[in-house]
C-alpha cells in the first residue's frame, strides 16, 4: 500500500463549481498534513496547511480526519485559475519528510 | 520571499557522464533535499541534508550522491548518467514545514 494515496483524476468541472478532493495516508502516527498546487511544467507550491480541526483560506476548505486517516481538498466556485494538479502531502516518517502523494489534475471549463 | 534556484532549466546528456545539479537557495534554510518527479509515480525523495556536510539517504538513493559544503547550495550529482534517470529534478529547502521548490531541471540521458 503506497504511503500516500490520491485519485489522478482529471476531475472536469464546469467554472463555478464545488470540487473535492481526498487523500488518504497510511501511516497512523504522521502529524503534518498539507496541500500543494503544481502548475503545468511548474514547481509544487504551498496551497494550505491541514490542521486538526479543519481550516479555511477564501474559496478553499482543508479537513483531517485521523480516524479514517484521510485528508481532504474542497473547492468552492471553481475558476479557470484553479486548473492545476494538486498534490496531498503527509509528514510520515517523523523529522522533515515528507511523502508525496501522486497528485489530482484538476480541470476547470467554461 | 524564499528562493530556490536551479543551475538548468533543462538539460541533455549522454549516458555515462558525469552530470552535476546545482541547487542554491537564500533563506537560510538548515534542510535541503533533492526530488525526481517522474509521471504516475509522483515526487521522490532521493537525498536530503539537515546540515552542512550532513547527508542522508532518501527512498531513491541509488545512482545519486550529493555535496553540502556550504549551507546554502545543495548539489546531486549522478556518476554515470543512464537512461532511467531521465525525470525532473527538483530542489527544496526549509527550516520547519513547508518545503519551498526550486524551479526543476528536466534532465535527459540519451
Known amino acids: 500500500r503506497k504511503e500516500v494515496e490520491q485519485d489522478p483524476g482529471p476531475f472536469n468541472v464546469p467554472e463555478g463549481a464545488t470540487v473535492a478532493f481526498n487523500c488518504t495516508y497510511s501511516n497512523s502516527a504522521s502529524q503534518s498534513f498539507f496541500w500543494y498546487r503544481q502548475d503545468c511544467r511548474k514547481e509544487p507550491k504551498l496551497l494550505m496547511s491541514v490542521y486538526s480541526s479543519g481550516n479555511e483560506d477564501g474559496r478553499f476548505t482543508a479537513q483531517l480526519n485521523r480516524a479514517s486517516q484521510y485528508i481532504s481538498l474542497l473547492i468552492r466556485d471553481s475558476k479557470l485559475s484553479d486548473s492545476a494538479t494538486y498534490l496531498c502531502?503527509?509528514?510520515?516518517?517523523?523529522?522533515?519528510?515528507?511523502?508525496f502523494g501522486t497528485g489530482t489534475q484538476l480541470k476547470v471549463e467554461l | 520571499d524564499v528562493k530556490v534556484t536551479q543551475s538548468s532549466r533543462y538539460l541533455v546528456k549522454r549516458t555515462g557522464e558525469k552530470v552535476f545539479l546545482e541547487c542554491v537557495q537564500d533563506?537560510?534554510?538548515?534542510?535541503m533535499f533533492w526530488y525526481r518527479q517522474d509521471p504516475g509515480l509522483g515526487l521522490r525523495l532521493i537525498y536530503f541534508?539537515?546540515?552542512?556536510?550532513?547527508?542522508e539517504k532518501g527512498d531513491i538513493p541509488e545512482g545519486y550522491s550529493v555535496s553540502r559544503e556550504k549551507k546554502e547550495r545543495f548539489s546531486l550529482i549522478l556518476e554515470s548518467a543512464s537512461t532511467n534517470q531521465t525525470s525532473m529534478y527538483l530542489c527544496?529547502?526549509?527550516?520547519?514545514?513547508?518545503?519551498?521548490f526550486g524551479p526543476g531541471t528536466r534532465l535527459t540521458v540519451l
Open positions: 527544496a529547502s526549509n527550516r520547519d514545514r513547508p518545503l519551498y
Open positions: 541534508s539537515y546540515d552542512v556536510k550532513m547527508k
Open positions: 533563506m537560510d534554510h538548515e534542510n
Open positions: 502531502v503527509v509528514n510520515s516518517g517523523g523529522g522533515n519528510k515528507l511523502t
